[in-house]
């Protein structure tokens, strides 16, 4: 029972680490040894430097936000299951929990088929998806997996 | 004793004005629009007073480029600004060397102005140290939008999740309310209260039926905390 309770957790907080460090690296895409995306997206043309707001891609924006949503919505329910663990009843299910995780994998979900489906028309040829792209699309079904298990999970003794 | 302190504070003095060196301080890194114009500015910090010989040189590296070309110098009381190079007609001198200031003004900015601007100043007789440089990055656009669908995005959802769960606590703590006025009419009849005769008035204006939904709304209550 124990080692299901710390499995538990340890897979919540790696949803956590992985969430925030998708979120916050600048690492989308790279090019060399440069990389940009999701905060800010400088490139070289002419022989200057061409910087571009996230205002020029509302959908850029769009993934920021559904990006931190998560985030948010990751620690919210860490957070809720702490409390629950102390205060439910026995027997119950971590019903809040679950629908916090749930939600925080399906903006994940969501940010990253924007993302996905909107950059091709965005990046050039030559650049490549970066370490906080693939965390991102790591992140849904761990979040998923998570959320199931606290829907499944009772609380005994 | 006192002579002996005034001394070795003089010497110290000097010797610090001899061992540290001017230092130059700008921006680190410049964001202008299109068209718009931007003030670099230069300052310097020196043990020795403003001298009226004080210099100030700005050079231009472009992005790209290895070496850069001199676009402004002030010496002599006498300011030279570029009139062969880029910034031709577009620079201005802003400053004011008596307090140590050195900045310049560039007019409608092109994205060809990109790159590193060097300011070296030097305070005769403290002429060591090192220039400091400003980084120009020109955008295409007015960042009206920016961060403002990312914000507005978070913001409803956050709002729509504290309102629900408002809502929800504010339903139950209704729903046991009107449990608690129920329970108290059956009372009030004892007792002859103020808080009962308030009840009274209030249930006056419930309809059976009403009452009924709030039974029923009670058992479900208790059914739904027994769940979980």
Redesign the interface.
């Known amino acids: 029972m124990l080692a299901i309770l710390v499995a538990t957790i340890v897979l919540h907080l790696t949803d956590l680490t992985i969430l925030f460090i998708s979120t916050c690296a600048n690492a989308w895409r790279t090019h060399g040894e440069s990389s940009y995306d999701l905060w800010y997206d400088?490139t070289?043309s002419?022989?200057?430097?061409?910087?571009?707001?996230?205002?020029?891609a509302?959908w850029l924006?769009?993934v920021?936000?559904?990006m931190?949503?998560a985030t948010?919505f990751c620690l919210l329910s860490f957070i809720i299951f702490l409390c629950q663990l102390f205060t439910?009843?026995k027997g119950?299910?971590f019903?809040f929990t679950a629908v916090f995780q749930v939600l925080a994998s399906l903006f994940v979900m969501s940010g990253a088929i924007i993302y996905t489906v909107m950059s091709p028309e965005w990046k050039k040829e030559s650049d490549v998806y970066g370490y906080a792209f693939v965390l991102a699309w790591l992140a849904f079904p761990l979040t998923l997996i998570s959320g199931i298990i606290y829907i499944v999970l009772r609380k005994k003794k | 004793m006192l002579s002996v302190l005034a001394l070795t504070s003089v010497v110290l003095l000097s010797l610090a004005s001899q061992i540290t060196a001017i230092v130059v301080y700008t921006s680190w890194e410049k964001?202008a629009l299109v068209g718009s114009d931007v003030r670099l500015s230069c300052s310097f910090f020196s043990w020795h007073w403003t001298s009226p010989d004080v210099t100030f040189s700005w050079q231009y590296r472009?992005?790209?480029?290895k070496e850069g070309i001199s676009i402004f110098h002030y010496g002599g009381g006498v300011a030279y600004v570029d009139n062969k190079g880029p910034f031709r007609d577009r620079l201005e001198f802003v400053g004011n060397p008596s307090r140590r200031d050195g900045s310049i003004l560039i007019k409608e900015l092109d994205?060809?102005d990109?790159?590193t601007f060097t300011c070296d100043a030097k305070n005769p007789p403290d002429i060591v140290g090192h220039s400091s440089s400003v980084r120009l990055?020109?955008?295409?656009?007015v960042?009206?939008?920016?961060?403002?669908?990312?914000?507005?995005?978070?913001g409803v959802?956050?709002g729509l999740l504290i309102l629900i769960v408002a809502i929800y606590y504010l339903m139950r703590f209704l729903v046991a309310r009107r449990v608690f006025s129920l329970s108290m009419s059956k009372h009030g009849k004892k007792g002859k209260g103020k808080e009962g005769t308030q009840q009274k008035q209030a249930l006056a204006v419930a309809d059976p039926v009403k009452l009924k939904a709030a039974a029923s709304e009670k058992k479900k209550q208790e059914s739904r905390?027994?769940?979980?």
């Not at chain 2, 472009?62 to 480029?65: K, T």
């Not at chain 2, 990055?137 to 656009?141: G, H, I, N, S, T």
């Not at chain 2, 905390?225 to 979980?228: D, L, M, N, Q, T």
């Open positions: 400088c070289q002419n022989g200057g430097y061409r910087c571009l707001w996230t205002s020029d509302d924006q769009a920021q936000a559904l931190v949503l948010i439910l009843v119950g299910r019903f | 964001h472009p992005d790209g480029a994205f060809s990109n790159g990055l020109v955008f295409e656009k960042p009206v939008q920016a961060g403002v669908v990312t914000g507005a995005i978070i959802v956050l905390r027994e769940k979980k």
